[in-house]
């Protein structure tokens, strides 16, 4: 089993849905998570951190659910500049970067 | 401006032949680390440098060479030993190591085999 694993894309979208990306993770011991956003062939940015509460950024939500180790993300009202891979990252209590294969966004018109 | 370079953009390699990577940062970052993305799948670690002067294999390592004699500089090297080298190479720069929230990525390689 991999240690992160990520919705398979790519999503489909019109504008203006709302689209939730899912990742689970198999350690339980796990420190921190974050969502990473990748344009094709470009560098990977830090789109959020999760945090357990849960935590909003304009129309992104991530969410986190330690019990069941998952990990959400959620776009609200989807523009045509999403369109991106989405990378789920896991820290694990090593400290190292565990990064999922990423789900591929595309928003049509 | 502060930031992580990496040259060249596209590189290509002959069968047998060994290539460098250039990874450099202006960032006075202490920790660097090379980053493996194939189609289709997430990152995989193959170096990573705490220090200068230090640095430990990650999860891929086999075929591939580093060194950290500046604090700027983390150059990686593909051997003749990697037998699928093609793939996107990411260098990576932060502060603390592993530090997530303040991972600075450079730009890429794209390497591939003539």
């Known amino acids: 089993r991999k240690e992160v694993e990520q919705d398979p894309g790519p999503f489909n979208v019109p504008e203006g849905a709302t689209v939730a990306f899912n990742c689970t993770y198999s350690?339980?011991?796990?420190?921190?998570f974050f969502w990473y956003r990748q344009d094709c062939r470009k560098e990977p940015k830090l789109l959020m951190s999760?945090?357990?509460s849960g935590n909003e950024d304009g129309r992104f939500t991530a969410q986190l659910n330690r019990a069941s180790q998952y990990i959400s993300l959620l776009i609200r009202d989807s523009k045509l500049s999403d369109s991106a891979t989405y990378l789920c990252?896991?820290?694990?209590?090593?400290?190292?970067?565990?990064f999922g294969q990423g789900t591929e966004l595309s928003v049509k018109p | 401006d502060g930031g992580i370079t990496q040259s060249p953009k596209y590189l290509f390699r002959k069968e047998g032949q060994n290539v460098t990577l250039s990874c450099e940062q202006n960032?006075?970052?202490?920790?660097m680390y090379w980053y493996r993305q194939d189609p289709g799948q997430g990152l995989r670690l193959i170096y990573y440098?705490?220090?200068?002067?230090?640095?430990q294999k990650g999860d891929i390592a086999e075929g591939y060479s580093v060194s950290r004699e500046k604090k700027e500089s983390f150059p990686l090297t593909v051997t003749s030993a990697q037998k699928n080298p093609t793939a996107f190479y990411l260098c990576a720069s932060s502060m603390v190591s592993w530090d997530s929230e303040k991972l600075f990525f450079g730009s890429g390689t794209q390497l591939s085999v003539l």
């Open positions: 990252v896991v820290k694990n209590q090593g400290g190292k970067l565990i």
């Open positions: 999760v945090y357990s």
């Open positions: 960032l006075n970052h202490d920790a």
């Open positions: 350690n339980s011991a796990s420190q921190s």
């Open positions: 440098s705490q220090i200068v002067n230090d640095f």
